[in-house]
């Protein structure tokens, strides 16, 4: 919202670079194209123009309108350096998948001791991940890894991501509560819509045909999975308009602050004169943020949870009881606190690992990555687990989804021919 692995992806993509041959050539927009700029700010023989039509950008820019994004003004040969970033990415976005099916089962197996203080949990990560974050990034500050220019960024771009993130939870959570369970994935599809949007917006961005169509096969094969066996004639009638409205307005708030951390990290490659920003620094100060507008939400939250803001007091007490399981006497509450620390470490580690792959590569590749894991997360679910013996019976239109996703993530990924300047 740390894990070993995602952190030391960041500290090993920088390659020295080799002799330069002068030309210039276009950057087009890939997935990886973050990555690129990065490493480009590494060095001052390379020039880096960023577009001036950015609307949060605060760096001055030469390039002309017509200019995608960014102009190399010297290059190296360096086809093994592509092949290395682009494995780097391949790499990272594997391991961001398996920690959010992870994180997906531990959330489902977390529930099954708090199923009756779920907003406890979501409030308990939520102010809990300040203070872990916070503390890691002390730890890193101190270590010199976090510098005092990494520190005094500009504090506004965190407290809009905590904004938005605030009234995507605030918005979700409203809607949720009017909305059949079915629909709630469904609708929660257009993220990847906004995203698109909102990255060519603020960061000029520029997708080809088939990363367009890519990202919609990626969407609706988690439809075509979600909703299998659902009868979707019928899943929103008698429902008012509002709430479907407002669960994709929370899709969009989020996806905004994905894009302005992705923007984050761009921006402070030339503030911070070729260093890399840290990941912590953006994990905590929007946390943090996050975690005063929350708190400032807290009274209509609880309400929407269907708890009176006057029984909150009493309702956190009792999650906090169930939560650590003291004692003999409390019904239900079996699995803990075991299965609600489980989830707690596995999502740092996914959200960690997942802004790590916004950082070297961009927002919209690390939700490719998010919404790969949902039909695995479904497929997982429905074996026996431990405190889930049950299971469940999937149809044959869950694994024509799976499909789907796969061809769209195969579509966005083909390397596209670069472009060279006349």
């Given at each position: ?332 509450c079996d699995g803990a606190p075991l299965l609600p620390l489980l989830y707690l470490a596995t999502n740092i580690a996914f ?72």
């Amino acid at each position: 919202m740390a894990f070993s692995c995602a952190v030391s992806c960041v500290r090993f993509h920088v390659i020295p670079p080799k002799p330069l041959t002068l030309h210039t050539y276009t950057a087009h927009l890939s997935p990886f194209s973050p990555l690129i700029s990065m490493h480009i700010s590494q060095n001052p023989r390379y020039h880096l123009h960023f577009p001036s039509r950015s609307p949060l950008h605060g760096v001055s820019s030469h390039n002309s309108p017509k200019t995608p994004n960014f102009r190399v003004r010297a290059s190296a040969d360096n086809s093994q350096t592509s092949s290395s970033n682009t494995g780097l990415v391949i790499v990272c976005s594997a391991i961001t998948v398996i920690l959010a099916v992870v994180n997906r089962v531990f959330y489902k197996l977390a529930l099954v001791p708090l199923k009756q203080y779920p907003f406890f949990l979501a409030q308990f990560t939520t102010f809990g991940y300040v203070a872990i974050y916070f503390s890691i990034l002390y730890i890193r500050y101190r270590a010199g890894i976090v510098t005092d220019e990494m520190i005094a960024l500009p504090k506004s771009r965190f407290m809009a991501i905590g904004i938005l993130e605030a009234l995507g939870v605030a918005s979700g959570m409203a809607s949720a509560a009017m909305l059949p369970g079915p629909a709630i994935p469904l609708l929660n599809q257009t993220f990847l819509v906004w995203q698109l949007a909102l990255s060519t917006l603020i960061l000029g961005r520029k997708y080809s045909f088939n990363q367009i169509l890519g990202c919609f096969l990626v969407a609706a094969g988690v439809v075509t999975a979600v909703a299998s066996g659902s009868n979707g004639d019928q899943m929103l009638s008698g429902i008012e308009f509002i709430w479907p409205a407002l669960m994709i307005a929370s899709s969009a708030f989020q996806a905004g602050a994905s894009i302005i951390k992705e923007f984050v990290f761009v921006d402070a490659a030339t503030r911070l004169k070729g260093k890399l920003l840290d990941i912590f620094v953006v994990n905590s100060f929007g946390s943090g943020f996050q975690a005063l507008f929350v708190l400032l939400l807290l009274p209509l939250l609880s309400n929407f949870r269907g708890i009176p803001f006057p029984q909150l007091p009493s309702y956190l007490k009792a999650g906090a009881g169930c939560f650590l399981n003291i004692g003999s006497n409390i019904p239900g509450c079996d699995g803990a606190p075991l299965l609600p620390l489980l989830y707690l470490a596995t999502n740092i580690a996914f959200n960690i690992s997942l802004l790590n792959l916004v950082k070297i590569s961009s927002a919209v590749v690390s939700t490719l990555a998010a919404m790969a894991s949902v039909p695995i997360s479904i497929y997982v679910l429905s074996l026996p687990l431990p405190y889930l013996p049950q299971g469940a019976s999937l149809s044959p239109f869950f694994l024509f989804g799976g499909v789907i996703l796969l061809l769209g993530l195969l579509l966005y990924n083909i390397p596209q021919p670069a472009k060279q300047d006349p």
